[in-house]
Structure formats: C-alpha cells, structure tokens
C-alpha cells in the first residue's frame, strides 16, 4: 500500500513563491499517477495539479495553469508542486494522493485511492 507524506507548507506573502513536496513509501510511484489536491476552509476539495509518473503527463487547474509546476523525481519517490506568483486565492490545506495509472484519468478526488496528511499554505496579501 502506498503511503504518502507531504510537506514544505508555510506561510508567505502574495507574490511569493514555495515548494511542497509529497514523498511516498511502499510501493514505487512508477505505475501511479499522482494528484495535488487543495481544500480551503469551508470549500470542497478541489483538483491542482497531477502527473502520470510512466509518462510524465502534467494535468493542471486552470486556476493555477501557468504558475504552478507539478514534477518528479524517480530516484526520491517524490513529486513537487511549484507554486509562484502564489495570492490569498491559493491559500488552503494542499493534499497529495495517488491512483494506479491505468485508470482512466478524472480529476474528481473521489477516484484517488491514497492520500496523504495535508500541508497548509497559507498566503498573506
């Protein structure tokens, strides 16, 4: 079973940018395709960003398209999401989690399988 730990969260000013990180243990990443996920207080969890780890597809939200960057690194078992000209808007608990990459792709976080403890981000204007 695969296990997934985010961190690299923080608090920072509008226009900043930061890093998180979601490395998994268990099973490597290579048959996964690994989802961002954010949820801000009293909203629904909504989808970021995502990467198909056998053929590195980036999906993104439209929202962050353009400013935020998903990557992987195979040696780590890690992805990164990137986040620059980051605004109040971006300000949420940030979740990575993980579903078998043959499955057809849907950005809805009722198809991920595993998920890891969040991160906060929090962006002052």
């Known amino acids: 079973q695969v296990q997934l730990v985010e961190s690299g969260g923080g608090s920072v000013q509008a226009g900043d940018s930061l890093r998180v990180s979601c490395t998994a243990s268990?099973?490597?990443?290579?048959?996964?395709?690994v989802g961002w996920f954010r949820q801000a207080p009293g909203l629904e969890r909504e989808f970021v960003a995502a990467i198909s780890w056998s053929t590195g597809t980036e999906y993104y939200a439209d929202s962050v398209k353009g400013r935020f960057t998903i990557s992987r690194d195979n040696a780590k078992n890690t992805v990164y999401l990137q986040m620059n000209s980051l605004n109040s808007e971006d300000t949420a608990v940030y979740y990575c989690a993980g579903v078998p990459d043959f499955r057809a792709y849907d950005h809805n976080p009722g198809t991920y399988d595993y998920w890891g403890q969040g991160t906060q981000v929090t962006v002052s204007s």
């Open positions: 268990g099973p490597a990443l290579t048959r996964y395709r």
